[in-house]
DNA sequence: ATAAAATCAGTAATCGTTACTGATATCGAT
DNA sequence: ATCGATATCAGTAACGATTACTGATTTTAT
């Protein structure tokens, strides 16, 4: 069961980092099929799936229903608009200690934690003026 | 467009509020049908997601694809199991402060997080003895 | 009681995603 | 370089959660 190098494969990693915005399964087709007409929707999903199960890539649950997907497996938190629906990329300190004081009180093991940020992206600010 | 009263929404909110354990629309269902068998899975997601949008009842999205729904609307966090799926109330201080520290480098507005904690709960740890 | 309209049960449709199928591409061994 | 095993493919069907539709039934203000 030696993973098989693929070209198809390669398109959907290099696609995926090429943007910082955080595409869906959807999108990666979308643009993908611009120069590989005949890749199929299946082969994106398994392949995001493929990628993120071995860490290359990261799947991204933003409570949206849709996954998202980023390149950039580093720690690091997102921020989701409520009026466009964008994703941007949060540069912050570390706040693990939020696992700490979750723990106190719990009997259970925390091993991590999933946080992401709303609000209005400054873009979707300006344009109320 | 007033709201009505109804016997099923009554129902399906006294089921909630009797479970602390988050259950999914396919469990209310489940449960309701018990006392009201003619109930209908359509009735069922209408009034959880008409509860939620008034305000009555949270709906949690907690990344494992289903949507789960709690009567309680106190600002709470979440545990989830990695083993059993389990999702247990956490009773913790504030941290609230997060987002002061991730509006910091941030140009957007920030109003709210989403944060959830994932591990071992304490039946899962004791069933591996 | 009556009538307008919110709600219902039942079912069909939608959407994101996964599984299946027979064909194709990759890669280590020859 | 070619072979054979098998991972991957394209295409499509199936899936599970959720939403939308429809004509019948309840609710509630008058």
Redesign the pocket.
Known sequence: ?????????DMIKDFLMSRKDHP???VVYMNVRQI?P??????V???L??LADIGEIQRLRLGD???HFDADISEHYHFVCNDCGGVIDLEMENIDSIQEVAQKKFDGHITGHVTHFYGTCNCCMKAVK
């Open positions: 069961m030696a993973l098989k190098h693929s070209k198809q494969r869906t399964a959807d590989q005949n890749i199929s929707l299946g082969t999903y398994r392949n799936t493929l229903g849709v996954d």
